[in-house]
């Protein structure tokens, strides 16, 4: 069951971003519903995951705020299902704050997580974050990068190494595309975890090891001498450019 909130937007909203709120506890849904017609979004509810999977291929929403804890799916499989779909930015909520809760949200491809209880002011911000991060990564699509043999298209969201294409992840593409953009300077960590993840994460980035573990296998580096991605200890990674491969 899903509920279309189209009649209790009012006309504040109207043209406004849509969000897909993904909750089963109307007592929760229809307040939070109410805040984001406040601040000028369109809303959309889906009760159960299986509505969630259908009304982001049916509405494409601009953010999915997807609560974990579902009556009828996984959330974690519903956050995966629809990120392997679309790039739509997803906010998961749950009632675990643990920073492996936290990881493993955002390793399934979510953008951000919030933690129940939480003040609507805070949700409201995060959905603005990442809707910025969004528009910001369109405004930023240019003519595509070449890197060694690697030639990266930013619009398209695609790759290729020797003109072979790699399937890379939304995170896994960002983070190349970030590194790409500026070839042999050490990215911090904190810059990466900002650009491609949220200005506000703090505590573990070891979300970030992870997924520049698994860039580095989809590149053909080997695993003790990457020749690739290089890493600085205790700073961040660079991209090699051609005058360095080798060294």
Same mark, same amino acid.
């Given at each position: 069951?899903?509920?279309?909130? /189209? @009649?209790?937007?009012?006309?504040a ?5 849509l ?7 109307? /007592? ?13 979004f369109?809303?959309?509810l889906?009760?159960t ?25 996984d959330?974690?499989?519903v956050c995966?299902?629809?990120?392997s779909?679309? @790039?739509?930015?997803?906010i998961? #909520? ?5 920073v ?5 949200? %955002?390793?399934?491809?979510?953008? @951000? ?6 003040a609507?002011?805070?949700v409201i911000a ?5 809707l910025?991060r ?8 240019q003519?595509?990068l ?6 990266i298209?930013?619009?398209?969201r695609? #790759? =290729?190494?020797?003109g072979?294409?790699?399937e $890379?992840?939304?995170?896994?593409f960002?983070?190349?595309l970030? $590194? ?7 990215v911090s ?6 650009d491609? =993840?949220?200005?506000?994460w703090?505590g573990s980035?070891?979300?970030?090891d992870?997924?520049?573990? =698994? $860039?580095?296998?989809? %590149?053909?580096?080997e ?9 600085v200890r205790?700073?961040?990674?660079a ?9």
């Amino acid at each position: 069951m899903h509920v279309n909130t /189209s @009649d209790v937007r009012g006309a504040a909203a109207d043209g406004g971003p849509l969000i897909l709120l993904v909750e089963d506890e109307q /007592s929760i849904a229809e307040p939070f519903i109410a805040v984001l017609r406040q601040a000028g979004f369109r809303a959309e509810l889906a009760m159960t995951g299986a509505d969630a999977i259908s009304l982001v291929g049916l509405h494409r929403p601009d953010v999915v705020l997807l609560d974990l804890g579902l009556p009828d799916l996984d959330g974690r499989d519903v956050c995966r299902r629809i990120r392997s779909g679309s @790039d739509v930015p997803i906010i998961v #909520v749950t009632a675990s704050g643990t920073v492996t809760d936290r990881i493993v949200g %955002l390793e399934l491809g979510a953008d @951000d997580y919030v933690v129940k209880p939480f003040a609507a002011h805070e949700v409201i911000a995060r959905i603005r974050a990442v809707l910025r991060r969004a528009r910001g990564a369109v405004a930023d699509e240019q003519r595509p990068l070449s890197v060694r043999d690697l030639r990266i298209d930013a619009g398209a969201r695609r #790759v =290729w190494r020797a003109g072979a294409e790699l399937e $890379l992840t939304r995170k896994e593409f960002d983070l190349l595309l970030r $590194l790409a953009q500026e070839p042999g300077r050490v990215v911090s960590r904190e810059a990466l975890m900002s650009d491609v =993840w949220d200005r506000n994460w703090f505590g573990s980035t070891k979300t970030l090891d992870v997924h520049i573990g =698994w $860039l580095r296998r989809k %590149l053909g580096d080997e695993s003790d001498t990457p020749t690739y991605i290089r890493t600085v200890r205790g700073v961040g990674f660079a991209l090699v450019p051609d005058e360095e491969a080798g060294r």
